[in-house]
């Protein structure tokens, strides 16, 4: 069974920066590729960056320069880097990978104050 964990998440000022982590268990993950969404309070969930089982990543036009995807294969774990973080960062953000199915995370709360 797949089991998706994010962690790191927090209650910053703007202009913060925040770490989060993805860690994953019960899948092949050095194949998988690898996502980021976010939810924010009334809105529906969107894709905040990915990253493919080449390290190739893509992000948000909203969050490019800021926002930084990576992953450590040998500890099965995903991180995203948040710098200059603004109000509207605020969200609960879900880690995600298409494994036999779609596959995700609880989530973890951001919340970034001005």
């Known amino acids: 069974q797949v089991y998706l964990m994010e962690s790191g998440g927090g209650s910053v000022p703007a202009g913060g920066s925040l770490r989060l982590s993805c860690s994953a268990s019960g899948m092949n993950f050095k194949i998988a590729p690898m996502n980021w969404y976010r939810q924010a309070p009334g809105k529906e969930r969107e894709l905040v960056a990915s990253?493919?089982?080449?390290?190739?990543?893509t992000y948000a036009e909203d969050v490019k320069g800021r926002f930084t995807i990576s992953r450590d294969n040998a500890r099965n774990t995903m991180f995203l880097r948040m710098d200059n973080l603004g109000p509207e960062d605020t969200a609960v953000y879900y880690c995600n990978t298409y494994w036999r199915g779609e596959k995700w995370g609880r989530g973890t709360q951001v919340t970034v104050s001005s």
């Open positions: 990253i493919d089982s080449s390290g190739r990543t």
